[in-house]
Structure formats: structure tokens, C-alpha cells
T-cell receptor
Framework: SAVISQKPSRDICQRGTSLTIQCQVDSQVTMMFWYRQQPGQSLTLIATANQGSEATYESGFVIDKFPISRPNLTFSTLTVSNMSPEDSSIYLC????????????FGQGTRLTVV | AQSVTQPDIHITVSEGASLELRCNYSYGATPYLFWYVQSPGQGLQLLLKYFSGDTLVQGIKGFEAEFKRSQSSFNLRKPSVHWSDAAEYFCAVGTGVTGGGNKLTFGTGTQLKVEL
């Protein structure tokens, strides 16, 4: 199984600023995903981070608000731009199990509070 | 598009009692189904998964789930709940397509409370 490290684990940010969240995996993975979990709600897929090309965003999410980088097969970043209190959420990185392609592993998440 | 429904937002059971958490899914093809648990301040931990074969799957921590295609359900069960099982439980469906990865659609979650 993959071990995923996310940084920071939590942060409190001022509205209008941006925060970049890092996701580091201990092995090379093909597929990396970013999810958002708003307070008291379920997880929603933001985008698929593609290595060597632009991320693929889900409906309701745009690159200008959530730019994503994927420079190699073990690392990705998600930036939450021009933050507002509505962006307060837990952001989770996920990777696909390379062995079976049938399981996703999750990082511990980044708890973001925007004030 | 795939979707997942978890009808019960909150469930309270007594320690030692049996548990069943409901999950219904909507997906055009054979689904890849998962149950995850999220404890307070923790990430998501996979309890079990189904993608083919025996429709009754065993997971970690004594949990099991049964896939019923006719009912589009994948209910999670445990015969005897422990206080440490108090957490939020998420059912999810994935595409399971190589190259498309496991883009997961999650249910809204069921918060389990265990009374001592």
C-alpha cells in the first residue's frame, strides 16, 4: 500500500490569500486525485492530477481557483486561490493502488480554515 | 453518472449490538464498491471493497458487506460493535477503469455513535 504525506496538516488563512498543499507518495503512482470535504459533508472530487499534462477538473471546479501541479509520479500540489470562508474544508490527496487498480489510498488531509 | 445514497445520517447502537449501515448505488456498469471509515481528525481508512466474485466480502476490524445487484445495495455489517467503532462511515463507488483510475463518488456518510 502507498504511504501518502500531506503538508500542511492544517492552516488558518486570511481571505484573499492562497495556500498550496503538498502531497508526497512513497512510491510512483499513475493516478493522483484531490478531494474536498466541506464541514459536515462528504468528499467531492476536485480533479485528477495528471503527470506531464494539465489536471482534469470535475464539474464545478476550475483551474483558476484550484491550480494543480504534478511534476513527477510521486508528488502533486493543490493551490486554493483567492480564498474565502466558503473554502474552509479538509482537502485530501488520493492515489490509486498500482498493483490492482481497484483501491484508492488517502492522505491524512489538510484542514483549512479561512477567516 | 454514478451516485451513492446512504439513507442514515446518524445511527446509535449499544456496544455489543449488531450493526448494519445501508448503502445504495447507481452506476451503469459493474460497480467497484468501497466502504471507508473516518475517525475524528483522521484520514480515510479502507474497510473493504468489492469488484467481482463472492458477493459477501470480509474486511478489517470484523466488518463485512454484501453486494446485492438486484437491490443496488452494498450494506455494511458487524455482528458486535465495539466502542472504538464510533466514527463516520462512507460508502463509495468507483469507475475501476484502468487509466481512469478510481475516481470515487462518495455517499454523504453515516455517523455512528456507540453507547456503552
Amino acid at each position: 500500500s502507498a504511504v501518502i504525506s500531506q503538508k500542511p496538516s492544517r492552516d488558518i488563512c486570511q481571505r484573499g490569500t492562497s495556500l498550496t498543499i503538498q502531497c508526497q507518495v512513497d512510491s510512483q503512482v499513475t493516478m493522483m486525485f484531490w478531494y474536498r470535504q466541506q464541514p459536515g459533508q462528504s468528499l467531492t472530487l476536485i480533479a485528477t492530477a495528471n503527470q506531464g499534462s494539465e489536471a482534469t477538473y470535475e464539474s464545478g471546479f476550475v483551474i483558476d481557483k484550484f491550480p494543480i501541479s504534478r511534476p513527477n509520479l510521486t508528488f502533486s500540489t493543490l493551490t486554493v486561490s483567492n480564498m474565502s470562508p466558503e473554502d474552509s474544508s479538509i482537502y485530501l490527496c488520493s492515489v490509486e493502488d498500482q498493483g490492482s487498480n481497484t483501491e484508492a489510498f488517502f492522505g491524512q488531509g489538510t484542514r483549512l480554515t479561512v477567516v | 453518472a454514478q451516485s451513492v445514497t446512504q439513507p442514515d445520517i446518524h445511527i446509535t447502537v449499544s456496544e455489543g449490538a449488531s450493526l448494519e449501515l445501508r448503502c445504495n448505488y447507481s452506476y451503469g456498469a459493474t460497480p467497484y464498491l468501497f466502504w471507508y471509515v473516518q475517525s475524528p481528525g483522521q484520514g480515510l481508512q479502507l474497510l473493504l471493497k468489492y469488484f467481482s466474485g463472492d458477493t459477501l466480502v470480509q474486511g478489517i476490524k470484523g466488518f463485512e458487506a454484501e453486494f446485492k445487484r438486484s437491490q443496488s445495495s452494498f450494506n455494511l455489517r458487524k455482528p458486535s460493535v465495539h466502542w472504538s467503532d464510533a466514527a463516520e462511515y462512507f460508502c463509495a463507488v468507483g469507475t475501476g477503469v484502468t487509466g481512469g483510475g478510481n475516481k470515487l463518488t462518495f455517499g454523504t456518510g453515516t455517523q455512528l455513535k456507540v453507547e456503552l
